[in-house]
């Protein structure tokens, strides 16, 4: 019987990328996406859309309200920064959001009986987020094995992969594209038009595009400009 595994799924790039490299290692994937009040909230319905499609075998978006806390241009009324990335952690980033996204993720594992979790997080061509970088990544495993039942009296014990942290984001695509992926399929910016397009300004589609240049690729996404 093949393996079970949660693989956090946004719909952008990198965790489709990631569902189909779960897939190509021979899980059975559990995609599990967040309605958490983003400014982007189009990435759900394409979410929605397409997890299945592209093998998941469960699709669950699990619902919360980050814009009470706030502090994020991606929750609260602050304007995405559109000039490119900077040295510091921009405003973009979301207060403990991997922690609470992995959090989720692992409950669902426990219940599931899968010990695999996949997270498309990415230490080359990222945005400078503290919780994407490996040592948090390993500290959220160990945490993982010790505040669970599965991890104490289990059969097994979690491991959290990240096949994506030492790619270039021209790597992501290039095996993406191996794998089969339709980035037709996929929502990236941070800011879109209320029709689903894509502002070609934001970090996010900066370094996507970025990533589709350096592949020699053409990225199938509508653009505003
Ligand atoms: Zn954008």
New binding site residues.
């Given amino acids: 019987m093949q393996k079970k595994a949660v693989v956090l799924y946004s719909s952008g790039l990198d965790s489709t990328t990631c569902l189909a490299m779960a897939i190509d290692k021979g899980f059975t994937p559990y995609a599990i996406s967040f309605s958490y009040g983003q400014r982007h909230s189009y990435e759900l319905e394409v979410a929605k859309d397409n997890a299945v499609r592209l093998g998941a075998q469960e699709h669950l978006v699990v619902d919360f309200d980050l814009r009470l806390m706030g502090g994020s241009a991606l929750t609260a009324d602050i304007d995405v920064p559109k000039q490119g990335v900077g040295s510091e952690i921009p405003v973009t980033y979301v207060p403990a959001r991997n922690t609470i996204f992995l959090s989720f993720a692992l409950g669902w594992a426990e219940v599931l009986g899968a010990f695999d979790i996949f997270i498309g997080v990415n230490a080359l061509d990222y945005s400078g987020y503290p919780d994407c970088r490996p040592e948090y990544i390993a500290a959220f495993e160990t945490m993982a094995n010790l505040a669970t039942r599965a991890g104490v009296e289990g059969s097994g014990s979690f491991h959290i992969h990240t096949p994506l942290i030492s790619m270039t984001k021209a790597e992501i695509i290039t095996t993406g594209l191996a794998l089969g992926v339709d980035y037709g399929l996929t929502h990236s910016?941070?800011?879109?038009s209320p029709e689903g397009l894509?502002?070609?300004?934001?970090d996010?589609?900066r370094l996507r595009l970025k990533g589709f240049a350096e592949a020699g690729m053409k990225d199938p996404l509508k653009y505003l400009k």
Avoid: I, L
């Fill in positions: 910016c941070y800011d879109p894509s502002c070609g300004q934001c996010s589609c």
